[in-house]
């Protein structure tokens, strides 16, 4: 039976997981072990612990618990659900929640990206990409057109803030991701992913570039694709690391995409 707890005290200690702390205090840098974060909606935190995330603590709407919430629920009978009505819980939050529910959750350790990568045949390297509907955006492409892995360097948002998990649809516990090491990209990390056969193209807007159907890329038993920030792109030092520079041919005088939508397009081309 879930442990269903009316809200009656809004300063309860409880609560300050979905009311007054932080996604950055959330995710507990000096503590990584102890971190957490928040899934929001159910389709969100249902692919969480089918993940083997740990909830603990829900916060319902209390009209959405004989829905698919509750169905969750039932799967976590020994968890806190906290619930009050739609407007108590927006007063709490902040915000309107999607689809009615909330769950806090322990983070995972993250994986070494060599162990990601050692049997992957195309990853997806993001530098410094920081809005997180364009990461959340990148991932559900990543893991709708056959990229293996999604390795972070350490300015990028963090794929299990609420709104980039809940763009990327949940997508970001179904396809594997890690972080960078500090100081290692982009030198050592395209060094020691040459060394596992990996082939590196970074997506820039340059004239002395290959296309982005050139075969030679498309043919490439291992294929590392780079994409950079919002506005600025790719940093020199990436570009200059990689063994190509590709661009999208583009028409109508159009210059770029958002970052989000030329991960799909190179994601169609070079993954399938």
């Keep these: 039976m879930e442990q269903i707890i009316e809200i009656s005290n809004f300063e309860a200690p409880e609560l300050d997981v979905y009311a007054r702390l932080t996604e950055v205090q959330l995710l507990n840098r000096e503590f990584p072990e102890k971190g957490l974060f928040i899934g929001e909606s159910p389709l969100v935190i249902e692919r969480a612990i089918n993940a083997g995330y740990e909830p603990v603590s829900f916060l319902v709407e209390k009209r959405e618990l004989e829905s698919k919430a509750g169905e969750i629920l039932a ?12 407007d108590v819980l927006t007063k709490l939050t902040g915000f309107k929640l999607t689809r009615g529910m909330l769950c806090a959750m322990r983070r995972k350790p993250l994986p070494d990206y060599m ?9 997806a390297i993001l530098e410094n990409v920081v809005n997180p509907t364009n990461l959340g955006a990148i991932i ?38 890690t972080f960078l090491p500090e100081g290692e990209w982009p030198e050592k990390a395209l060094a020691k992913l040459r060394e596992l056969g990996f082939v590196s193209c970074a997506m820039a807007l340059k004239e002395d570039t290959l296309s982005v159907k050139d075969e030679r890329l498309c043919r490439a038993e291992k294929l590392a694709i780079v994409l950079g920030t919002e506005g600025e792109g790719l940093t020199d030092e990436a570009i200059a690391g990689c063994d190509y520079t ?14 989000a939508a030329a991960s799909a397009v190179a994601f169609w081309q070079l993954c399938n």
């Design 75 to 86: 799967r976590c009978a020994d968890i806190p659900v906290y619930t009050a009505e739609f």
């Design 115 to 123: 162990e990601l990568c050692k049997n992957a045949r195309r990853v």
């Design 140 to 177: 559900r492409s990543a893991a709708a057109l056959n990229v293996d892995a999604v390795l972070l360097t350490p300015f990028c948002t963090d794929p299990l803030y609420r709104r980039a998990a809940r763009v990327s649809m949940g997508t970001c516990f179904q396809i594997p991701w």
């Design 246 to 259: 590709v661009k999208i041919p583009m028409s109508h005088n159009v210059d770029s995409l958002n970052v």
